[in-house]
Structures are given as C-alpha cells and as structure tokens.
C-alpha cells in the first residue's frame, strides 16, 4: 500500500453509551481514535461485547454517537443535516452480519439489489436493469436467480446480494460487519476473496469487522484491538501478529489455531468472563483478568502510545 494515500476515514474521540437506567450507562464506545487511509483495510478485532459493532454502525451514523468526531474526506460526517447524510449515504455502505435477516422476504433479487438504486434515483428501468446485471455478475450471482427470494438462496448467495447491495452506488468506503461468520468455510473462502476483489478493482476502502483473527489476518492492512470499547492496541497485521504487546492481544492470538507446530504459542487463558461495560471507572479495563496487572493499573488509565513506528498500544508495562 503507498505510504502517500490520503485519510479516508478519521474516528476522533468518538463515544457511545447506552442508558439502561437512571444514571446508569453501558460504555459501549468510550472515547476510541483511528485512521483509515484510502484503499486500505482496516481490521477491527475483540471478543464479544467490547464493542466493535457498535464502533461501525457509530462511524456510519446508523447509530448516533454522543460525542467525537467522524471525518470523510476531512469533513465532520456528524455535522451533516437528514438530507446531507442522505445524500452521502452512496459514498458510505455497510454489509450485514446475517445476510438472510437483513433481506426483505417479500422482494426477489432484482428487488433487493435494484431498490437502493431506485431510493437513490439512478436512472429509469433501463438503466437500473443494466446496473443490476452488472453488480450480480461483479459479485458471483446467475441471471437465473433474479426471481428468487431470499429463503431460497443458501447464506452465501444472500451474502453476495447483500455485497450487490453495499456497491451498488459506487462507494468509497464500506463497514463489514462479520460479513464472513454465519458463513461455512467454504463460503468463507469465497466471499472473503470477492471482498479483496472488489476493494482491489473498485478502490473501496473497508472497516473490517471480525472476532475471527485468521480471517482478519487473511485481509486487514492494519488491525485495531478493541476491549470493553477501548482501543488497547493497533499496528500493521504483521506486526501485531508477530510481536503482540498488549496482553490482551497475546492472549487473543495464543486462541488462533495453526498447522504450523513452529508457530504454535502457548495457550493463555484468561480468568473470569468479560465483564459488563457499565460505569467504569479509572484504571485499565483489562486490570481484573490480566496476567501481568500492577498496582497502577487498577488505578490509572493507560494511554494509547507509540511504542514503535505505528505500532501503538494502551498499557502500564510500556511507560
């Protein structure tokens, strides 16, 4: 990737807490800053619950931040009005998780994958007819299948309707959230080389979701750590997957399975459950079930550092 590419996408401090009684909230993003340059794949990993999808549908403004601040292109996507945001909305898609729950039932193909052309007024029938060929066969679908609704597609193909859908204006930049976990592995495989495709050909810009650290490996330029809505470390893939910092992070990728016994790392395994995100405090959110917590960290926040180049990471053993 050139080291010139401009920013795409610019999280600032971003936060969003969910009330869930009086003066009681879930930390659910708690102040996180990234960058995400043009053409590049970002990798945004953590186990269930630190918030990373959260993160995605914030940085769309599918759900409303509370506070930061979230530049496309070097402007505050946040400031825009309804009809701005509408309007940017072709620069700015996201792939679903669940690629059958997402579709209406009631729409066939040609439906599903036409409508956000129509929304959008893209041209008249002909066009969209033309338009939608095009994207199902950039995206792995028959013309036979146009007909057929959702529940008679397997989970791969609702996925590349889904895929149709999110390019089908022209994007730049494009969340996938999970887009590859209700898949099987055969499918896995495919979709995810369609995705690299795609970013290749068309120049999109993805945050890529994932709980799965090989398939994030397998695509991200640069991962972003997340644990209880808090970044604790980024680096390149390379990187992070060859010299970790952050025990979070070690103990992450001693869960990856490998064929390679020489690679092998000794399994970590954490004590207790992930706790819930509510009314934190100070100190690091990983003190209670680190292997290596200290004094200070119960008390102290650490913050996000360089400890080498572009190799960052939020923790007390590296003052």
Same mark, same amino acid.
Not at 184 to 191: H, L, R, T
């Given at each position: 990737?050139?080291?010139?590419? +401009? +920013? ?28 995400? #340059? ?17 993160? /995605? ?65 893209? /041209? ?30 397997? /989970? ?37 080389? =369609? ?23 397998? =695509? ?8 209880? /809505? ?32 020489? +690679? ?29 917590? #200290? ?25």
């Amino acid at each position: 990737m050139s080291l010139h590419r +401009k +920013k795409k996408i610019e999280v600032r401090n971003l936060k969003k807490y969910f009330e869930i009684a009086k003066s009681t909230f879930v930390h659910a993003v708690d102040d996180i800053s990234f960058d995400i #340059m043009e053409g590049e794949i970002l990798g945004l990993v953590g186990e269930s619950g630190s918030g990373k999808t959260t993160a /995605g549908r914030s940085v769309l403004r599918l759900i409303e931040p509370d506070s930061g601040e979230v530049l496309f292109d070097g402007q505050n996507i946040l400031d825009f009005d309804h009809h701005e945001m509408k309007r940017r909305r072709r620069d700015l898609q996201i792939i679903f998780q669940d690629p059958v729950s997402v579709l209406n039932p009631r729409k066939n193909v040609f439906q599903l994958i036409s409508e956000p052309l129509r929304i959008h007024q893209y /041209g008249g029938r002909k066009a969209i007819r033309e338009r939608v060929c095009y994207l199902a066969e950039k995206v792995g679908l028959s013309g036979e299948i146009m007909s057929c609704y959702p529940h008679e597609l397997d /989970g791969g193909r609702c996925q590349r309707v889904g895929i149709a859908r999110a390019i089908a204006l022209d994007p730049s930049f494009i969340v996938c959230d999970e887009p590859v976990s209700a898949l099987d592995v055969s499918e896995q495989a495919q979709v995810l080389n =369609l995705l690299e495709q795609l970013s290749t050909e068309l120049n999109l810009t993805y945050l890529f979701i994932s709980h799965d650290l090989s398939v994030v490996r397998r =695509l991200s330029h640069r991962i972003v750590v997340l644990y209880l /809505g808090m970044v604790m470390e980024t680096a390149s893939a390379k990187e992070l997957f060859d010299t970790p910092l952050h025990p979070y992070t070690r103990a992450l990728l001693s869960a990856v399975p490998t064929l390679n016994i020489d +690679k092998r790392r000794e399994r970590i395994i954490l004590k207790g459950d992930v706790p819930t995100p509510i009314n934190f405090g100070e100190g690091c959110r990983f003190f209670r079930r680190c292997p290596q917590a #200290m004094e200070v960290c119960g008390g102290v926040t650490p913050l996000l550092k360089e400890k080498n180049t572009s190799h960052f990471v939020a923790c007390h053993l590296y003052k």
